[in-house]
Antibody
Framework: EVQLVESGGGLVKPGGSLRLSCAAS????????MNWVRQAPGKGLEWVGR??????????DYAAPVKGRFTISRDDSKNTLYVQMNSLKTEDTAVYYC????????????????????WGQGTTVTVSS | DIQMTQSPSTLSASVGDRVTITCRAS??????LAWYQQKPGKAPKLLIY???SLESGVPSRFSGSGSGTEFTLTISSLQPDDFATYYC?????????FGQGTKVEIK
């Protein structure tokens, strides 16, 4: 079964740090381009950033609100995606989802062609004093 | 960065209605446009990719069209399970933006 499971969410004070993890299974993780997407309470979806597969350079792209504060990384030996979140602000409060296009990964296609067909259940980050 | 604008923000409709949601991009995204459905407390679900390709397992009453900067999601006959929020997303560029969402409510 194709699955993504996020962990690491919690309550943190403004200015603090947190690292989220996303454990992947059931698909060829090492070929997958992985994304983080967040959703603030009562708001819409916001793309946070992504990391390419290591075969495509392992480089990252970030949304403007998190650039310079968040760092996305991956450990293909553990089939795990991470996001290190520093200098957290109250506006970073959200449910954080990891997502991917598993079919492009299975076919070894890059960039991904088929939209984000796999989503985790989300982990909640609350930034508050 | 490319901005995505959906309309309307809220839509009230009845079971059996034909429903159309529009998504506009601030610059061309070719056909690299996806549509997602989200229900409260759940992760989004992919409905349409490459503007008009139906995701496996998604009912055929859902369809997508458009290219460049203007796209539509159509539900041909609204069913009770379809009351949800719908998002478009462009995946053409380094920055992958979502629209602000369209909530489909029961009339």
């Amino acid at each position: 079964e194709v699955q993504l499971v996020e962990s690491g969410g919690g309550l943190v004070k403004p200015g603090g740090s947190l690292r989220l993890s996303c454990a992947a299974s059931g698909f060829t993780f090492n070929y997958a381009w992985m994304n983080w997407v967040r959703q603030a309470p009562g708001k819409g979806l916001e793309w946070v950033g992504r990391i390419r597969s290591n075969t495509d350079g392992g480089t990252t792209d970030y949304a403007a609100p998190v650039k310079g504060r968040f760092t996305i990384s991956r450990d293909d030996s553990k089939n795990t995606l991470y996001v290190q979140m520093n200098s957290l602000k109250t506006e970073d409060t959200a449910v954080y989802y990891c997502t991917t296009d598993s079919r492009s990964a299975a076919a070894g296609l890059s960039p991904p062609l088929y939209g984000m067909n796999v989503w985790g259940q989300g982990t909640t980050v609350t930034v508050s004093s | 960065d490319i901005q995505m604008t959906q309309s309307p923000s809220t839509l009230s409709a009845s079971v059996g209605d034909r429903v159309t949601i529009t998504c506009r991009a601030s610059q061309s995204v070719s056909s690299w446009l996806a549509w997602y459905q989200q229900k409260p407390g759940k992760a989004p679900k992919l409905l349409i990719y490459k503007a008009s390709s139906l995701e496996s397992g998604v009912p055929s009453r859902f369809s997508g069209s458009g290219s460049g900067t203007e796209f539509t999601l159509t539900i041909s006959s609204l069913q009770p399970d379809d009351f949800a929020t719908y998002y478009c997303q462009q995946y053409d560029t380094y920055s992958q933006a979502f629209g602000q969402g369209t909530k489909v409510e029961i009339k």
